[in-house]
């Protein structure tokens, strides 16, 4: 064993020669770079990294090295040999260095200390990365997009993004991974082995950093803060998703018609409305779906389950945590979705997009019928019945029959004497928000629709319309 590291070796003059390497007087240098060694052969083995020399082929795969003992090491990955055993768990190593690296998990030995944290690492190659995030330094840089890295192998994998390589394909199903560890994490898909336990609650995972994130849940912790709104996360990557509605940083474009995504998941659900792909179907009424958590929650409406998410405000259930979070915009009056043209917000996403055609003038929705057009594929929905005569919402108290259920609602209030949309101003109470902003209109003297032709500018769009009458005769 040497006195100086710890480490031990089978052969007295291994040792010897190691013993070399922590002598300061070292007698061979390199007249290249200037390093030296305590014995010729390392010398000539190092020059070989100056002339690209490698000597040792593998007769497996035709890889060439410049060490014999490498070579060896490599042929081992060929054949499975892994000689080097744990006497304490049985896990076996193809190199010797990786069993004593093992050893130190059980003995908790972390022999190298970072000088301005602290920290402690079993490996010094860990310790010289840890180092990195101090000075900050990311000597890596990729050719293609500029992005840099601290890690020359984190390099080689961020470049399989550009390229597209994906080395390792999986045995059973085929699918191919850029990294060896997302294969491994793949395989157990396949295993069905869930080695981690939650404590709390009982779930198992097959990642021990899965159960970590899944244990935040139950502790509340979210250690991942923004810098910018102190908005806090319990998972890293939703971090860094957040910052781009900070940052407008939209990575993932659609090829096809241009539309960019600050998420991957939305940009993949997007990419499914050009293929008409609808993979997930009921087994009950044949409805089909792109993506497997709206069948779950489409399922719900056949099995009668109780809606499982509540509002703690005003205690409403829906089937969907999505549907609930819209929900909670309404007791909190979040608008996170503003229009760029004229500064209108909205609670949804959906209900942006469908405004702004009213700024583009977009009608995608066409009627088979009268080839009339809309910006909404509900307005044409309805529309349709002004064909077919249907009319599935009655009223319950004089059988009026209506062909929306928001109209049916709206007449509804006729009988109950509802107005829900009250002036802060001059206290009128409206039983629909659209008379309610309207009237509003009356107050602050604002005209928002302008005639094109002499100026003219009108409360109501309805208004305009009768006006246009005038130049159009």
Do not use: W
Request: charged share 20%; proline share 3%.
């Amino acid at each position: 064993m040497c006195e100086v590291c710890s480490f031990s070796f089978s052969d007295c003059s291994h040792i010897k020669r190691h013993i070399k390497t922590h002598i300061a007087d070292k007698l061979y240098s390199c007249e290249i770079c200037g390093s030296s060694f305590p014995e010729r052969p390392a010398l000539k083995v190092h020059l070989r990294t100056h002339t690209g020399e490698k000597p040792y082929d593998c007769d497996f795969c035709g890889s060439s090295f410049a060490e014999k003992a490498t070579l060896k090491i490599h042929q081992r990955t060929h054949t499975g040999e892994k000689p080097y055993s744990c006497e304490v768990c049985g896990n076996a190593f193809s190199q010797k260095f990786n069993l004593q690296m093992h050893i130190r998990t059980h003995t908790g030995e972390k022999p190298h200390i970072c000088q301005i944290c602290g920290a402690a690492f079993t490996l010094k190659s860990h310790l010289k990365l840890h180092e990195q995030k101090h000075t900050g330094e990311k000597p890596f840089t990729c050719d293609v997009c500029g992005s840099r890295f601290s890690m020359k192998s984190k390099l080689k994998i961020h470049i399989r993004r550009h390229t597209g390589e994906k080395p390792y394909s999986c045995e059973v199903c085929g699918s191919a991974f850029s990294v060896g560890s997302l294969l491994k994490r793949h395989m157990k898909i396949h295993t069905g082995e869930k080695a981690h336990s939650c404590q709390v609650c009982g779930l198992a995972f097959s990642e021990k950093s899965d159960l970590k994130i899944h244990t935040r849940i139950h502790t509340g912790e979210k250690p991942y803060a923004c810098q910018v709104c102190s908005s806090a996360f319990s998972v890293k990557s939703h971090l860094n998703t957040h910052m781009r509605t900070h940052t407008g940083e939209k990575p993932y474009s659609c090829e096809i018609c241009g539309s960019a995504f600050s998420v991957k998941s939305n940009f993949k659900r997007h990419l499914r409305t050009h293929s008409d792909k609808k993979s997930y179907a009921c087994q009950v009424c044949g409805s089909v779906f792109s993506e497997m958590s709206y069948l779950k929650v489409h399922a719900r409406t056949h099995t009668c389950d109780k809606k499982p998410y509540d509002c703690q405000v005003c205690g409403s259930s829906f089937f969907g945590k999505y549907d609930l979070k819209i929900h909670m915009r309404k007791h909190t009056g979040e608008k996170p979705y503003s229009c760029e043209v004229c500064g209108s917000t909205f609670s949804q996403k959906s209900n942006l997009n469908m405004h702004m055609r009213t700024h583009t003038g977009e009608k995608p929705h066409a009627c088979q019928v009268c080839r009339s057009t809309f910006s909404g594929k509900s307005s044409l929905k309805l529309h349709m019945q002004t064909h077919s005569g249907e009319r599935p919402f009655v009223c319950e108290v004089c059988g009026s029959a209506f062909s929306g259920k928001f109209n049916l609602q709206m007449h509804v209030r006729t009988h109950t004497g509802e107005k829900p949309y009250p002036c802060e101003v001059c206290g009128a109470a409206f039983s629909q928000k659209c008379h309610f902003v309207s009237h509003i209109r009356t107050h602050t003297q604002e005209k928002p629709y302008s005639c094109q032709v002499c100026g003219s500018a009108f409360l109501q769009k309805c208004n305009l319309k009768r006006h246009m009458r005038i130049h159009i005769g």
